[in-house]
Structure formats: structure tokens, C-alpha cells
């Protein structure tokens, strides 16, 4: 594949802004009173993501890969994760804050109470995607020996014949149409 002059272009000028934010995080760095207290910091997150969060995510990945519903459990995990990720902050920031109204709720519990709800609200959704799908898969049955209601409306609309069927093709009630004399559909 071959690049365009435009590409190049755009290109250069994301690689040298890259470099250039590169550039000021470090001078930013270097301009702080500790910086090895955020040099640590910074490994530290890089650490925890790397070696924590990632493998931790692909896990998970793998194990709902191969459930039936698994966008609604991957949408569950998603809001689960985000609603954890703005309020851990909250939960572990030591000692008392420097303004007594700026957590003046539990957000232990109401941590809790959110997961449980993003949960059971899962939970519900699931229930009903397979009483809908035992539903269908029901009334698949009782029509027509697996062929579905909407093939067989296709099917009388294009006036084809009938899929054949365990008994060499033949389905209830054909045969006794116009060639035994009858009147037919």
C-alpha cells in the first residue's frame, strides 16, 4: 500500500506533536520539587496497567467470548469498569478530606449498590433474550417441522414448493389439492 503526499504529511505533523508533548512532560518533570516521586509514580501506574489491569481485561475477554449474549455481558463489564474507575479514586484516597463536604457520602456502599444494580439489570436482560429465543425457537417448531414462519410466507408469496420434509417432500395436505379433484388451497 502506498502512501499519499496528504498521509506523509499528517503523519510528520502527529510524530513531531508526539515528540513535542514528549518534550514539555518532561521538562514538566524535571520543573517538579520531587521528581522521582512521579517518575516512580508514572512506573508505578505503567506497572499496575501492564501487569495488572490488561492481563485482567483479556481474561475476562476470553472467558465471556464464547457466551451466548456476550454484548450485553461486555456492556455490563464496560459501564461496571467505568462506574469503578471514577469512584475507586473516592474510596482509597487516604486519611480525611480537606473539605468535609467534598465526600460527604458512603461511595463504599453506594459502590456496591450501583455494581449490584448494573448486575441484576444484566441479569434480567439475559433472562429475557432466552425466554425470547425459547419463545421463537417454540413457535418455529409448531408451525412447520423447523421451517420458520417468515420462510413460509416467503415461500406462499413467491409460490414455490415446500421444502422437502422427512417424507420425501411431501408436506400435511399436499397431494390432496387439484389432482385428487379437490378445490385446492
Same mark, same amino acid.
Given at each position: ?28 518533570? *524535571? ?7 512521579? =517518575?516512580?509514580?508514572?512506573? $508505578? #501506574? @505503567?506497572?499496575?496497567?501492564? +501487569? %495488572? !489491569? ?47 463536604? *467534598? ?7 453506594? =459502590?456496591?449498590?450501583?455494581? $449490584? #444494580? @448494573?448486575?441484576?439489570?444484566? +441479569? %434480567? !436482560? ?60
Amino acid at each position: 500500500m502506498r502512501n499519499t503526499d496528504a498521509q506523509l504529511v499528517l503523519r510528520y505533523a502527529l510524530g513531531g506533536l508526539g515528540l513535542g508533548l514528549i518534550g514539555l512532560g518532561a521538562w514538566l518533570v *524535571a520543573a517538579e520539587p520531587d521528581p522521582a516521586g512521579v =517518575l516512580l509514580w508514572l512506573t $508505578g #501506574a @505503567v506497572v499496575l496497567h501492564d +501487569g %495488572v !489491569l490488561a492481563p485482567l481485561v483479556l481474561a475476562v475477554g476470553l472467558l465471556i467470548a464464547a457466551r451466548p449474549a456476550r454484548g450485553l455481558w461486555r456492556g455490563a463489564l464496560i459501564v461496571a469498569g467505568s462506574v469503578t474507575l471514577v469512584t475507586l479514586p473516592l474510596l482509597v484516597r487516604p486519611g480525611e478530606p480537606p473539605n468535609p463536604s *467534598a465526600l460527604p457520602l458512603p461511595y463504599g456502599r453506594n =459502590l456496591a449498590i450501583v455494581l $449490584g #444494580a @448494573v448486575g441484576v439489570v444484566t +441479569g %434480567v !436482560l439475559y433472562l429475557v433474550r432466552r425466554w425470547a429465543e425459547s419463545v421463537r425457537s417454540r413457535g418455529d417448531s409448531v408451525q412447520g417441522r423447523g421451517e420458520s414462519v417468515r420462510r413460509r410466507r416467503e415461500r406462499r408469496e413467491r409460490r414455490e414448493p415446500p421444502a422437502p420434509g422427512p417424507e420425501g417432500g411431501r408436506d400435511r395436505g399436499q397431494g390432496r389439492g387439484r389432482e385428487r379433484g379437490g378445490t385446492g388451497d
